[in-house]
C-alpha cells in the first residue's frame, strides 16, 4: 500500500471523478500532495513522517468520490430553473478521515483523522471528533455509493485494491477509534506538547497546499536581505542626522548606539547556531533597538544559508498595532536604499487586522482568493506582526483560519520585540513551547526589551549592556508615592508646574480613560499651551497622526495619554507625570524622556499614586494584578529618586520576584488541555489580550468621507454583488473594507455603550454599529478627546 511520489500512468483524461468544477479529483490530490511535500523535503528530513504527510494529503478528498458529492459539484443552478437542494451525503470530509485512519501506520492515525476531518472548519475536542455513530447511517450510504459508482476509478487513483478499505469501516471499528484515542490518554499520561506540534505542522501542510493548489502562480520567494543591509542605511541615517545638526556628534547617547551596534557586531560572531536558540538584546530606550534586531536576524540568516544550506525566513513581531506601521516603514527604507525600488511583499509583508489584503511579487499581481491566501499565508521572507497573531499561530491550535500558516514559522527567527509586554502569567506554557519549537523545529527567537523578563535563558547579543544603563544620565524618576493624591489635587499640581516651565513639554499618563479626559479637559481649559489628547477611545488612524504630529512638533506641547504611549512610541518629552503602575511600565513611560539626550540634565519622571475618592480605590486597582504593584511598591520604597544608572539592577529584582510570585494556574490547564487533545479549550485559554472581565462594544467611528465612503461600499456591495461579482471576489472585497473601517474602530464599555447606543447605525447587512457624523445636531465624538458624554454617564476604565 505505499504511495509513489510519481503521477500514476493513467492520464487525467482517463478520471472523471472532480474535486472542482474545473479539476479531476486525481489532479487535485495529486497537486497537494506535491505542494506539501516540497515545503517539507525544505524544511526537514524523515521519511516516516515524509510518508505520513503524503498519505494524509493523498486521503484528504478521498469522500468526494460519492455521487452525492459529484452531482453537487457538477450542479449548475443558474441553469435550472428551480434551486436544488443537497443532503449532508454530499459532505466529504468524515470519510475521507476515516480513509485515512485505516490507511495511516498507528502513530499518525489519530493526526491525520483530526487533521482530515476539520480540514474545512476547527477541530473541537477530540472525544467529540470520534463520536461517529450518530453519523454512521450517512457513512453507510456513501461506502456503499462508491462500491457502486467508484470503486474503481478510486483504486487507480490510489494504485492499490480498496476492499480492505470498505470492510474495515464498520460499526464496530469506527467506535474503535474513539477507544483507541481513550486509551493512548490513560495509558501514557495523556498527549504531550511535541504530540500538538507535530499534529500542527501536519495540519498546516494540508491547509496550506489546500489551498495553494488552487491558486494560479505560487510566488517564488527571492533570497534574504543580506546584514550589511541594515548596517549601510543606519550609517547613511547617521550622515544625515550630522549634516543637520554637528552638535550629535558629541551627544552620549549618539556615540553610545554606535558603541552597542559594533558590540552586537563582535558578539555575533561567536554564537553556535547549531547549539544556541535563544538570544537577547537587553538596552536602553532610544538605543537603536531596531536597527540591531534586523541586523542580528540577518546576520543569523545568512550564516545559516552559507553553513548549512538554507535561508530562514524572519517573522517581527511587536505588541500594539500603532507601532507596527513605524517599524514596517523602517525595514521598507532598509531595502529601498539598498535596492534602490520599493519592496515586494514577497520581501517584506505587514500583516496585522487594520493591512490591507494585498499581494505582490516581482512579476505578479495576485487578486481575490490568491492574493488573500498568500497574504494571510505569510508568503514573504520578512514579516511584520504582532504578538496576537504570532501566539495564535502556536497556540490556537486546530483553528482552520489560522492553523494553515504554522510550518510558515518552521526554521524561522522569530524577533519578539518589547517582549516585556507579555503576560507574566503565560510565561510556563510559553516557555515550553519555544523549547519545543526551537529543538524539534529549529526555530530562533531574539528577545528585545529595555527591560528583560526572565522567560527563558538566553544568550546576550550586547554583554556590556549593564555599563550602557549605568553610564546613562538621561531622566531620573520622582517617587512621591509616601501619600496618595486625589485627582483635583493632581491637576492643581499639573497646572502650577506647566505654567512655571513654558519652555518644557510635558506628558502625562493616566491609568484610565476617565481621568485621562478629567486632566486633559482641565489643562486644555486653564492653559494656554496646545494640549493633546491620546487613548484607545481615538481611533486609530487619528491616534496615528496624533503620534506623528507630537513626534515633528517644534513647539513643547502638552500630551495626555493612557498607558498605550509605553511600549515602541517614538516621541521625546520633557517632562512627564505618570499615575502608578507596575516597574516595567513606569521604565516603558520614562523611556519617552529625553529619549535622544537633547537635555544635559536629566529629565524628571514624576509618580504619583492617585487615588478614586468616590470609590476609595486607587486607579492601578482598575487595570494592573495586584502582585504586580506590591512588587514594585516593595522595590520603590525609601527611594526618593531613582537615577537612570539604577534602573538595571531594579529591574533584575523586579523580574525575579515576578518569576516567584507569578501563578502557574493558566499554564497548568493548557497543559490538561493538551494531555485530553480539547483543542476547543486550548485556544481558548491562550488569549493574549483578555478583554473577559471588561465586555467590550466595537464601534465605528463615522469620522470623514473616508470612513461614510466605506461604509456606502459595504452596503452598496451587499445590494449587488450577485449581478457582477463571483462570491470569492464579492469576500475579498468585504475583507478589504472592513480593514479599512477598523482604522476607525474602537472598543467601549457597557455604560458608555448604552448611554450611545440610542444614537448609533447599523451597516445594512452587517453586524457592525456606527456612530454618524451628525447625531441630532449633537456632537458625540470629537477626535480632540474622543467619546463626548457627560462625565457621570462614562464608566471608569
Not at 505569510?378 to 483560519?401: A, D, M, R
Not at 528583560?452 to 549592556?465: A, F
Request: aromatic fraction near 12%; hydrophobic fraction near 35%.
Amino acid at each position: 500500500m505505499k504511495l509513489s511520489d510519481k503521477t500514476f500512468s493513467f492520464s487525467n483524461e482517463d478520471f472523471n471523478l472532480k474535486s472542482h468544477p474545473h479539476q479531476s479529483l486525481k489532479e487535485h490530490l495529486e497537486g497537494v500532495t506535491s505542494i506539501a511535500l516540497g515545503i517539507f523535503d525544505k524544511q526537514t528530513e524523515n521519511s516516516e513522517k515524509r510518508e505520513a504527510i503524503k498519505k494524509i494529503c493523498m486521503a484528504h478528498d478521498f469522500g468526494k468520490a460519492t455521487s452525492f458529492f459529484q452531482d453537487y459539484i457538477t450542479y449548475d443552478e443558474k441553469s435550472s430553473r428551480q434551486s436544488r437542494k443537497f443532503g449532508t451525503e454530499k459532505n466529504h470530509s468524515l470519510l475521507s478521515a476515516i480513509f485515512a485512519y485505516w490507511w495511516l501506520p498507528e502513530p499518525y492515525k489519530l493526526m491525520g483523522y483530526l487533521a482530515i476531518k476539520r480540514h474545512h472548519g476547527s477541530i473541537k475536542n477530540t472525544k467529540d471528533e470520534t463520536e461517529l455513530l450518530d453519523e454512521y447511517d450517512i457513512l453507510e450510504k456513501q461506502l456503499a455509493d462508491i462500491k457502486e459508482n467508484s470503486q474503481c476509478e478510486l483504486e487507480r487513483i490510489y494504485d492499490m485494491k480498496l476492499d480492505d478499505f470498505l470492510k474495515f469501516a464498520n460499526r464496530g471499528n469506527i467506535r474503535q477509534i474513539r477507544k483507541n484515542w481513550s486509551q493512548e490518554k490513560r495509558t501514557n499520561n495523556g498527549y504531550t506538547i511535541d504530540y500538538i506540534l507535530e499534529f500542527s505542522y501536519f495540519y498546516s501542510l494540508l491547509l496550506t497546499a489546500d489551498k495553494m493548489q488552487l491558486i494560479d502562480e505560487t510566488p517564488d520567494l527571492p533570497s534574504q536581505k543580506p546584514s550589511f543591509a541594515v548596517e549601510k542605511y543606519k550609517n547613511h541615517v547617521r550622515e544625515e542626522l550630522l549634516s543637520k545638526n554637528p552638535l550629535l556628534e558629541k551627544s552620549h547617547i549618539f556615540n553610545i548606539r554606535e558603541q552597542i551596534f559594533d558590540e552586537l557586531k563582535k558578539e555575533l560572531q561567536s554564537i553556535d547556531l547549531k547549539s544556541e536558540s535563544f538570544f537577547s538584546i537587553n538596552i536602553p530606550t532610544g538605543s537603536g533597538k531596531t536597527f540591531l534586531a534586523y541586523y542580528s536576524a540577518l546576520y543569523m540568516a545568512n550564516k545559516l544559508e552559507k553553513r548549512y544550506g538554507y535561508a530562514p525566513d524572519i517573522v517581527y513581531t511587536l505588541p500594539f498595532l500603532s507601532i507596527i506601521d513605524q517599524n514596517y516603514r523602517e525595514l521598507a527604507n532598509i531595502v529601498k536604499y539598498n535596492q534602490n525600488s520599493e519592496p515586494k511583499d514577497t520581501e517584506i509583508l505587514k500583516y496585522h487586522s487594520l493591512s490591507e489584503i494585498k499581494y505582490e511579487s516581482e512579476d505578479k499581481y495576485y487578486e481575490n482568493y490568491d492574493a488573500r491566501f498568500c497574504f494571510d499565508n505569510w508568503q514573504s521572507k520578512i514579516v511584520t506582526t504582532t504578538f496576537v497573531q504570532l501566539f495564535n499561530t502556536i497556540f490556537k491550535i486546530g483553528n482552520h483560519s489560522i492553523g494553515h500558516r504554522f510550518h510558515r514559522i518552521v526554521n524561522s527567527i522569530i524577533i519578539l520585540d518589547e517582549i516585556q509586554e507579555v503576560d507574566e502569567k503565560y510565561y510556563p506554557i510559553i516557555r515550553q513551547f519555544f523549547n519545543k519549537l526551537a529543538s524539534e523545529y529549529n526555530v530562533k527567537f531574539i528577545f528585545v526589551t529595555a527591560t528583560m523578563p526572565i522567560l527563558i535563558d538566553s544568550h546576550e547579543l550586547v554583554p556590556n549592556k549593564k555599563t550602557y544603563f549605568e553610564d546613562l544620565n538621561r531622566i531620573k524618576i520622582c517617587n512621591h508615592l509616601s501619600e496618595s493624591s486625589s485627582l483635583d489635587n493632581f491637576g492643581d499640581l499639573l497646572l502650577e508646574d506647566i505654567e512655571k516651565r513654558p519652555d518644557k513639554s510635558f506628558l502625562i499618563v493616566l491609568n484610565t480613560i476617565k481621568t485621562s479626559k478629567d486632566i486633559f479637559e482641565l489643562l486644555q481649559e486653564n492653559t494656554d499651551r496646545q494640549c493633546v489628547y491620546l487613548s484607545t477611545e481615538i481611533y486609530p488612524k487619528a491616534r496615528l497622526e496624533k503620534i506623528d504630529f507630537i513626534k515633528r512638533s517644534e513647539e513643547n506641547l502638552v500630551v495626555v495619554s493612557t498607558q498605550l504611549i509605553e511600549a515602541g512610541v517614538d516621541i521625546d518629552m520633557d517632562v512627564i507625570y505618570r499615575d502608578f503602575c507596575p516597574l516595567d511600565s513606569i521604565n516603558q513611560t520614562s523611556g519617552r524622556a529625553n529619549r535622544n539626550g537633547k537635555s544635559e540634565e536629566p529629565s524628571e519622571v514624576h509618580l504619583y499614586r492617585l487615588k478614586d475618592e468616590n470609590t476609595g480605590y486607587y486607579y492601578h486597582n482598575y487595570i494592573y494584578p495586584p502582585f504586580l504593584i506590591d512588587i514594585t511598591q516593595d522595590i520603590l520604597k525609601d527611594k526618593n529618586i531613582v537615577e537612570e544608572k539604577d534602573i538595571y539592577s531594579l529591574n533584575e529584582k523586579y523580574a525575579q520576584n515576578i518569576m516567584k510570585k507569578v501563578s502557574h494556574d493558566i499554564s497548568t490547564e493548557i497543559s490538561k488541555h493538551i494531555q485530553v487533545l480539547d483543542f476547543k479549550k486550548l485556544r481558548n485559554s491562550f488569549e493574549l489580550i483578555d478583554n473577559k472581565d471588561i465586555p467590550k462594544h466595537d464601534v465605528i467611528i463615522e469620522a470623514d468621507s473616508t470612513c461614510s465612503s466605506i461604509i456606502n461600499s459595504l452596503v452598496h456591495l451587499h445590494n449587488n454583488w450577485k449581478e457582477n461579482k463571483t462570491q470569492w471576489e464579492y469576500n475579498f472585497e468585504i475583507k478589504n473594507l472592513f480593514r479599512r473601517l477598523n482604522q476607525y474602530k474602537i472598543s467601549i464599555n457597557n455604560k458608555t455603550y448604552s448611554s450611545l447606543h440610542d444614537s448609533l447605525q447599523e451597516i445594512k447587512g452587517f453586524d457592525v454599529e456606527y456612530l454618524p457624523k451628525n447625531c441630532d445636531s449633537t456632537q458625540l465624538y470629537s477626535e480632540e478627546r474622543g467619546i463626548i458624554l457627560d462625565n457621570s454617564q462614562i464608566e471608569i476604565f
